[in-house]
């Protein structure tokens, strides 16, 4: 798989470099995480590099961070939480069409490379309530480690020429990727007149995190 997604890479950038030279753009952008997996929309932010090969074809580098929250009850009302840090490195081809003198839309697709780290909690204290005992404490400590992935992702946005050397632009790009992790930890129950009682887990999990990230942003060109 890691072949294939080598072999686009190269295709890619075949594509949208032609022996002519063309022109640079830099710039960076904020935005926010909607659609698909997400489950607490956030703030996103990073930069990106442009290669304007042609007049309508475009190749971008890219650096995104932002992040995902999701809180979940068991059935005994027990709070877990786990975060997700996201790091997206990404290429794409943009293809662009002119829709006034100032104004451009485009449509994009493209490689992307994303670094996760995470982190899982339990309540503790719902927990110990939940033992149903007087004077019970829970103690947890947990550890959830997700691989960095490989992806795909598509988008469309629109851009506008304020100034001979500057843009502003807003897309939305739809990002497709799998996510697999590690997630052990331990656990230690105690009562008043009781012994404590530690026990500990570790699984592997697999699932996707099909997500969206709309931005907006600036570039300059030189």
Known sequence: MHRFYSTVLCLLVALALPASAGEFKVGGHGGYTAGGDIDDEDFAWGGQV????TENVA?????????????ETTSDGVG??????????TLALIGSMEASETVNVYALGGLGYFLFDG????DDTAAAAALGTPGA????????????EFGVF????VSVAVHEAVEIFADYRYNFV????????SATASAPGVAPVTSSAAARIEGDFDHGVARVGV????
Do not use: C
């Open 50 to 53: 442009l290669y304007e090969a």
């Open 59 to 71: 190749l971008e580098f890219m650096a995104s961070s932002y992040s995902d929250e999701a809180k």
């Open 80 to 89: 877990v939480t786990t975060e997700l840090d996201v790091i997206a490195l």
């Open 119 to 122: 982190d899982v909690g339990v």
């Open 137 to 148: 404490t829970f103690a947890s400590s947990f550890n959830f480690d997700p691989d960095d």
């Open 154 to 157: 598509v988008g469309a946005g």
């Open 178 to 185: 799998e996510i697999d992790a590690d997630i052990s930890g």
């Open 219 to 222: 570039n300059f060109g030189f």
